[in-house]
Nanobody, 123 residues
Framework: VQVVESGGGLVQPGGSLRLSCVAS????????IGWFRQAPGKEREGVSC????????YYQDSLKGRFTISRDNAKNTVYLQMNSLKPEDTAVYYC?????????????????WGPGTQVTVSS
C-alpha cells in the first residue's frame, strides 16, 4: 500500500492550499481516508475523513467551515481544501487509510500512512 501526499507549501495568513492524497496498491472494499496534522511539539490530531463507499465526511469541530474534504474515486485521490489559513494551521499534514466503515479521527484506527507534507502559514 502506498499513500502519498502533495500540495503543501508556504502560504500567507488568509490564503488557501489544496492538499492531495493518492492511495494505491490495495483492494479494500470499504475504507476511510483521513487527514491528520502534527505541529511541532504537539500530538498528531485528526482533521477530517471521508468514506470511500458513500462519500460521507467528518470534520474536527474547530475546522468546520474552513476545510473541505473531497474525493475522486476514479483517481484514487482525496483532497483537502484549506481556506482562510492561520499561523496555527502550520503543521505536517498526513493522509492515512482506515480499513472499515467508521468515520473516526483516531490515529490508532488507521492502518496505512503517507510520509506527510509540510504546510507553513506565515507572512
Amino acid at each position: 500500500v502506498q499513500v502519498v501526499e502533495s500540495g503543501g507549501g508556504l502560504v500567507q495568513p488568509g490564503g488557501s492550499l489544496r492538499l492531495s492524497c493518492v492511495a494505491s496498491g490495495f483492494t479494500l472494499d470499504h475504507y476511510v481516508i483521513g487527514w491528520f496534522r502534527q505541529a511541532p511539539g504537539k500530538e498528531r490530531e485528526g482533521v477530517s475523513c471521508i468514506s470511500s463507499s458513500d462519500g460521507s465526511t467528518y470534520y474536527q469541530d474547530s475546522l468546520k467551515g474552513r476545510f473541505t474534504i473531497s474525493r475522486d474515486n476514479a483517481k484514487n485521490t482525496v483532497y483537502l481544501q484549506m481556506n482562510s489559513l492561520k499561523p496555527e494551521d502550520t503543521a505536517v499534514y498526513y493522509c492515512a487509510i482506515r480499513n472499515g466503515f467508521g468515520l473516526i479521527l483516531l490515529r490508532s484506527e488507521y492502518d496505512y500512512w503517507g510520509p506527510g507534507t509540510q504546510v507553513t502559514v506565515s507572512s
